[in-house]
C-alpha cells in the first residue's frame, strides 16, 4: 500500500497479537493505523482485524487504501455478506455508486433480507436511476416495515417509475408510511386530495385534514 511507510515496517510486535488486536479495536473508529497494521501483520485470517484495518484506514481518510483493503476482504471471504456490505458502503460514502453496485448486489444475493444491504442497494440504485431495479429492492425494504421506503415506493407508483403505474398500491403504501408517522407521506397525501392527484376527487376538506395531522407529526403531537 502507498501509504506504508518503513518505520510502520519495523513497529514491533512485542505486546503480542491479542493486545495489538485490542490497541487497534479500541482506536480504529480515531484511525490507529499503525496499532490495527500490527494486529493485522500477527494474524492475518482475522477477518474482524482486517475489517479494523480497513475502517481505520477509511477514518483517517485514506480512501483508496481503506477501499482496496475491503476489497481484499471479499475476495478473501467471497461467500460472507458481510464484507461485500462494507467494501460496497464504503464506495457509496465516496459517491462512487456505479462502482458500489457490484458488490451491493453480490451481498443482496447472500442476505437478501438484510435491512443494510437493501438501504445500501437503494441509495446506490436510485443514485444510478435505474428504476426497473430500485422498485423491488424498495419494495423489499416496505416489506420490512421501513416507513421511508413505503413512501418511496409510493412515489415510484404513482410515477409509473421503474413498474407500471399502480395508483391504488400508491395510495395504500403511503397510507401504510402515514400510519407509522412518515411526515413526507401525510403532506403528498394532502395535496393529492387538495388537488385531485392520482386519481382522487378534489377534497378540500379532506387535504386540509391531512395536512393538520402532518403539521401535528412535525410538532410531536402524534
Known sequence: MRWLAAPLLLLPLAAGAESAAGICEESA???AVPACL?????????IVIHRLLARALFSVRLDE??????????AKHPGDARPHFDHAA???ALGRHGQARPPIERALELAPADRGA????AIVLRALQDWPALVPVTARLAGLDDARAMFELAELLGE???AARDVRAALDWLARASAR???AAMDRLAEI???????QRRDAAKGRAWARRAQKARDGEE
Do not use: Q
Not at 500490527?38 to 482475522?46: I, N, Q
Open 118 to 121: 437493501l438501504e445500501i442497494a
Open 193 to 199: 386530495h387538495a388537488n385531485g392527484e392520482l386519481g
Open 90 to 92: 464504503a464506495l457509496t
Open 38 to 46: 500490527m494486529a493485522h501483520r500477527a494474524d492475518p485470517e482475522d
Open 29 to 31: 473508529e480515531r484511525g
Open 65 to 74: 487504501d481503506a477501499i482496496a483493503t475491503y476489497a481484499a476482504i471479499a
Open 181 to 183: 408517522g412518515h411526515v
Open 160 to 162: 409509473g417509475k421503474g
